[in-house]
T-cell receptor, first 113, second 112 residues
Framework: DQQVKQNSPSLSVQEGRISILNCDYT??????FLWYKKYPAEGPTFLIS?????DKNEDGRFTVFLNKSAKHLSLHIVPSQPGDSAVYFC????????????FGKGTHLIIQP | EADIYQTPRYLVIGTGKKITLECSQT?????MYWYQQDPGMELHLIHY???????EKGDLSSESTVSRIRTEHFPLTLESARPSHTSQYLC???????????FGSGTRLTVV
C-alpha cells in the first residue's frame, strides 16, 4: 500500500508559467516532507522541505504548501524555467527519519519553450 | 563537490556473477541507506544502517547484503546477480535531525 502518492506521472507547463506538483499521503505519523529533483542517471537532489507544524515554506522560485487535514502537499515553481524539466519526487519522514524516506513514484515535469 | 560517492556509475554483468556496489561519504554521517529504483517507480528502501556494525533491511525485500565496518563506507553486495536485479541503486546518508539526506549519483546495474 503506497503511503506517498503522486498521481500525475507527468506534467507539461509552458516556460514562465507556474508549475504545480501534487502529493498525497496516508500515514498520519509523517511529520516532515521533502521534495527532490532527479535527472536521468543521477541521484535525487534536495529541493525544499516542510515540517508538519508549518503550512508553507518558500525558497526562491519554489514554495511548498502543506494541508495536514487533507494529507496533501504541493510544490509550486514560478516562473518555470527549462532547467526545471526533471522528475520530482515527494518524500516523507516519520519520527526523525532514522528509518529512511518514503517516496512517491515521481512526476515528470516538462517545461515547454 | 560530491560528498557521497558511488562506484561504478554503470555496470553490465553476466548472470551468476558476484558484484559489490561501493558507497562512501565524507560528511561523517552515522545513518546510511540503499534505495532501489526502477524506471517510473518510486525509490524503495532496501537497506539502512544507524552506524558502524549496524545494518537493517528496508521495506523492499532484496537478495543483496550490506556491511558497515567503517562510518564512511556502506557497500552493497549481490552474491549471484540475476536479470531481476537490473535496476538503479542509490546510496544516501543523513545527519542529525529530519531531512538532510544526501544522495549519491547512483549505480545503473544491468544483468544480462
Amino acid at each position: 500500500d503506497q503511503q506517498v502518492k503522486q498521481n500525475s506521472p507527468s506534467l507539461s507547463v509552458q516556460e514562465g508559467r507556474i508549475s504545480i506538483l501534487n502529493c498525497d499521503y496516508t500515514n498520519s505519523m509523517f511529520d516532515y516532507f521533502l521534495w527532490y529533483k532527479k535527472y536521468p542517471a543521477e541521484g535525487p537532489t534536495f529541493l525544499i522541505s516542510i515540517s508538519s507544524i508549518k503550512d508553507k515554506n518558500e525558497d526562491g522560485r519554489f514554495t511548498v504548501f502543506l494541508n495536514k487535514s487533507a494529507k496533501h502537499l504541493s510544490l509550486h515553481i514560478v516562473p518555470s524555467q527549462p532547467g526545471d524539466s526533471a522528475v520530482y519526487f515527494c518524500a516523507a519522514i516519520a519520527g526523525g527519519g532514522a528509518d529512511g524516506l518514503t517516496f512517491g513514484k515521481g512526476t515528470h515535469l516538462i517545461i515547454q519553450p | 563537490e560530491a560528498d557521497i560517492y558511488q562506484t561504478p556509475r554503470y555496470l553490465v554483468i553476466g548472470t551468476g556473477k558476484k558484484i559489490t556496489l561501493e558507497c562512501s561519504q565524507t560528511m561523517g554521517h552515522d545513518k546510511m541507506y540503499w534505495y532501489q529504483q526502477d524506471p517510473g517507480m518510486e525509490l524503495h528502501l532496501i537497506h539502512y544502517s544507524y552506524g558502524v556494525n549496524s545494518t537493517e533491511k528496508g521495506d523492499l525485500s532484496s537478495e543483496s547484503t550490506v556491511s558497515r565496518i567503517r562510518t564512511e563506507h556502506f557497500p552493497l553486495t549481490l552474491e549471484s546477480a540475476r536479470p531481476s536485479h537490473t535496476s538503479q541503486y542509490l546510496c544516501a546518508s543523513s545527519g542529525p535531525g529530519s531531512g538532510g539526506y544526501t544522495f549519491g549519483s547512483g549505480t545503473r546495474l544491468t544483468v544480462v
